[in-house]
């Protein structure tokens, strides 16, 4: 049984808390790196749900995309639910672990595990890390399919390859438009400089989350005069989740097991259309 700080190098490896952004908080919230650990747990956010699974399975890790502590905090209360599950986790013997920003630039990272989801053959981040001379690390991917499909076909490809959400899968642009060059984005994709990227390398389609409106609009009033790509919005939980497999398996072949949480913590319970 290896200690939290075995543990804590091997994703720290993976995922350097060097390469998340400034605004982000990454690294252990809660644990003793001196302790034990043989099960852990890998989900997309800390919430309520995910740590009943925690401490219910007897994990004695946490493993989330997502912060628990974003912002900064004076103390940590149980008067609300941030404080209660540092409580709770604590109470448990359970440490937590977030790997955020510093995930998504990685390679394997947050969105090769998407591509890799959409059967694609991934290629180049779509905004690379200045701090990295080989070009490999960034945000985004780029990725081809093996042939060319209409997108109406490739929507139901993304609807498939990720978990079901209530706000399920939607597309901007024409369903018999062919798609073979794709670019991914997991999590909030809708940036202004990675919008522009994937228009300026002529991708067919760009699958990413949270696509506001305007942003959304532009890109496809665009498209009408100097081309752009189809857009294809799906959940931001969705489009994280298939990085959870990835970093469980970096500690595969050793004496710990690992679980990959499958309870849907996207925050939207219903649809009608």
């Known amino acids: 049984m290896p200690a939290l700080a075995r543990i804590l190098e ?3 490896t993976a995922y350097p808390p060097a390469h998340a952004q400034s605004w982000d908080a990454v690294g252990l919230v809660c644990g003793d790196p001196r302790a034990q650990v043989d099960r852990v747990l890998f989900a997309v956010d800390p919430v309520e749900e995910v740590l009943d699974e925690a401490l219910d399975w007897g994990a004695q890790l946490l493993v989330t995309h997502h912060p628990l502590l974003l912002r900064a905090v004076n103390g940590v209360p149980a008067t609300n639910f941030k404080g209660r599950n540092v409580h709770r986790l604590i109470r448990g013997g359970c440490a937590l672990l977030t790997a955020h920003t510093n995930a998504d630039v990685a390679r394997p990272g947050v969105s090769d ?3 890799e989801a959409l059967g694609l053959e991934v290629g180049d981040p779509i905004l690379p890390l200045p701090a990295d001379p080989g070009g490999s690390l960034g945000l985004g991917r780029f990725g081809e399919l ?3 499909e209409p997108l109406s076909v490739f929507l139901a490809r993304v609807a498939g390859a990720l978990p079901p959400t209530a706000s399920g899968v939607r597309a ?3 369903p018999d438009r062919p798609i ?4 991914v984005c997991g999590g909030a994709g809708d940036d202004r400089d990675l919008l522009a990227a994937v228009r300026a ?3 067919d389609a760009y699958v990413t989350a949270d696509l506001r409106h305007h942003p959304a609009s532009e890109a496809m009033q ?5 081309g752009g790509p189809a857009l294809v919005d799906v959940a931001h939980f969705a489009s994280e989740w298939p990085w959870l497999s990835v970093a469980a398996g970096l500690l595969a072949g050793g004496t710990v097991e690992t679980r990959v949480s499958t309870i849907v ?3 939207w319970t219903a649809h009608i259309c």
């Open 10 to 12: 091997i994703l720290d």
């Open 113 to 115: 595990a998407l591509a």
């Open 146 to 148: 093996p042939e060319t």
């Open 172 to 174: 901007a642009g024409d």
């Open 180 to 183: 073979r060059r794709v670019a």
């Open 201 to 203: 390398a002529g991708v």
């Open 222 to 226: 665009d498209a009408r005069f100097g």
């Open 265 to 267: 913590t996207d925050p």
